[in-house]
């Protein structure tokens, strides 16, 4: 039995289609940002799919130091704020530090663990006690099975309220595989789980200082991760991702979205019998 998570009208778990998390990588300007946020509002309320926006207010894993990280806490939640009241969408972004928890579940409806810390004791703690949704990242360095351990944390605070992505697993240098497996072990522990499709196409640190990409496979992902069953997708967009300041060779563009995924709530019909 997968235990259910409700944030707005995402609903993850059970017998429900797949919710979308999506917005840009890093928060860049707040036009850009509110341009972004409309489309994707628009487009889920067509559509039928719960929609989350995400948007980092603090890239603190970027390759270089001269790497844009975008507004950081203060302004960066306040932008998050903007979006949430005036689009009427939940909003996630990541927590890098036990002393961000706070602040940004003041504002956020998610608070997300980055997958290099999925195994940061006190910073699980302190989102679990949080009381606010926490969405735990799978290191590109876990087995699936060892997540079990990333939750346990996070339930100890008697907050029940988790969900963990996929996002692929480190496969030689300057690369990424998404086992398939992957969705169906986590999904045994109890809790429902997302597939981080854009981030799965990134060849990290592959464009000497910054990450590379390949989003001509994230269709044919999404549509395997679909297919395997799971409980949200989770995806990084941009109206023009080859000027986007972080993560642009993996993002998609607005445009495409549509066609990606009409196909894949046929698929997440299909097998969850919808």
């Given at each position: ?12 778990g059970?017998?429900?289609?797949f ?12 036009d850009?940002?509110?341009?972004i ?73 998610v ?14 703690v ?42 692929g ?17 986590m999904r ?12 799965a ?23 395997a ?11 990084e ?7 986007a ?30």
């Open positions: 039995m997968i235990s259910e998570v409700s944030v707005g009208n995402a609903k993850f059970g017998q429900h289609p919710s979308l998390i999506a917005g840009p990588c890093v928060l860049e300007d707040l850009t940002t509110c341009r946020a409309e489309f994707l509002k628009k487009l889920t309320d067509e559509l039928g799919i719960g929609f989350i926006f995400k948007a980092s207010y603090d890239k603190a894993n970027r390759t270089s130091v001269d790497s844009f990280r975008g507004p950081g806490l203060d302004a960066g939640l306040e932008m998050l704020a903007h979006i949430k009241e005036q689009f009427q969408v939940p909003v996630v972004s990541d927590v890098h530090d036990v002393t961000q928890v706070e602040a940004a579940a003041q504002v956020l409806d608070l997300q663990i980055p997958a290099f810390l999925c195994r940061q004791t006190d910073l699980l302190a989102a679990g006690r949080s009381g606010k949704v926490v969405n735990i990242k799978k290191g590109q360095f876990q087995a699936p099975w060892d997540m079990k351990h990333a939750i346990g944390k996070v339930v100890s605070t008697e907050n029940q309220q988790v969900i963990l992505t996929e996002r697993t480190t496969f030689g240098y300057n690369n990424l595989v998404v086992d398939m497996r992957s969705f169906g072990i045994e522990l109890g809790y429902p789980v997302v597939f981080d499709a854009t981030h196409v990134q060849l990290p640190g592959g464009a000497d200082g910054c990450s590379a990409g390949q989003r001509e496979y994230v269709a044919s992902l999404s549509r991760a679909v297919a395997s069953v799971i409980d949200g997708l989770f995806l967009v941009h109206e023009d991702p080859e000027c300041r972080c993560d642009g060779p993996n993002s998609l563009y607005l445009k495409d979205l549509k066609s990606m995924l009409q196909p894949l709530l046929e698929i997440d019909a299909v097998v969850k019998g919808l």
